[in-house]
């Protein structure tokens, strides 16, 4: 499907805002809102009209403008039926497996619990494309704030189920300090260290490493590549059930410096 604009920016201090735009329809959405103003000026800039907040989860940075951008522009917010009354303005509520209808496109919403109990991502298949707010990072995933590590391990597992094309958006600009974990634990994936490289690159130049592509997230990030042996033997844990090493990834990686 065609007429679909994204432009993403850096807001507050590591968070993506987001914009899509349909040219045909004139709808204008934000994944979520971290910073009103600067939202704002992103739509000035484009001469758009917000429509729309899909919200991932209830965090503080990726919803404190959401009544100032209501209050604004009358737009509509959609969010995680499992956070009522921790989204401000939320109006209408999804759960994972629901589909819904924006801009004559599908939009299916993906339960992703761990980093909060009732975080969402939102799939827009005709486009290729997928927001996962902070559930997958690019060379990484969320910490485990709410959930558990094994709902964080199943929520995160599902990504791998989306056509390799798929464009991953996520929540935070994390890439290059993930990128070096996922070499401490796959020193020797050569796609892992041209990504690495290509990330040093792009940031030393002040430009964004997102999105990814789930085929790249594949074939580099360590939390969809738990049965690599490389991994499993940094690990010790070569012959553990994939959810064990998940675990321990991310228990090294919240101590990770």
């Not at 801009?103 to 005709?126: D, E, N, W, Y």
Request: aromatic share 8%.
């Amino acid at each position: 499907m065609t007429h679909l604009a994204f432009h993403s920016f850096i807001c507050r201090s590591d968070n993506y805002g987001l914009l899509l735009h349909d040219h045909k329809s004139g709808l204008t959405a934000t994944i979520d809102a971290p910073d009103a103003a600067e939202i704002e000026r992103q739509l000035a800039g484009r001469g758009w009209l917000l429509t729309h907040i899909f919200t991932t989860h209830h965090h503080t940075d990726h919803v404190d403008g959401n009544l100032a951008l209501k209050q604004k522009f009358g737009c509509t917010v959609i969010g995680p039926a499992e956070e009522v009354g921790r989204i401000p303005g939320l109006d209408t509520v999804v759960s994972g497996g629901d589909t819904f209808s924006w801009a004559g496109r599908s939009v299916q919403v993906m339960s992703c619990p761990g980093h909060t109990k009732g975080h969402i991502a939102f799939h827009l298949a005709s486009e290729h494309v997928v927001f996962a707010g902070d559930t997958l990072f690019s060379l990484g995933c969320g910490r485990v704030f709410e959930g558990t590590l094994e709902e964080m391990f199943s929520s995160v597992s599902q990504f791998k189920t989306l056509d390799p094309s798929t464009s991953l958006y996520c929540g935070h600009e994390y890439t290059q300090t993930n990128a070096r974990f996922a070499l401490s634990v796959e020193p020797g994936n050569p796609a892992l260290q041209q990504r690495a490289a290509e990330v040093d690159r792009l940031r030393a130049e002040g430009r964004p490493t997102c999105p990814s592509t789930i085929g790249e997230e594949l074939r580099t990030n360590p939390f969809l590549r738990t049965g690599s042996l490389e991994i499993r033997e940094k690990l010790g844990l070569e012959r553990a059930a994939d959810v064990t090493v998940f675990a321990e990834l991310r228990r090294r990686k919240d101590g990770f410096r």
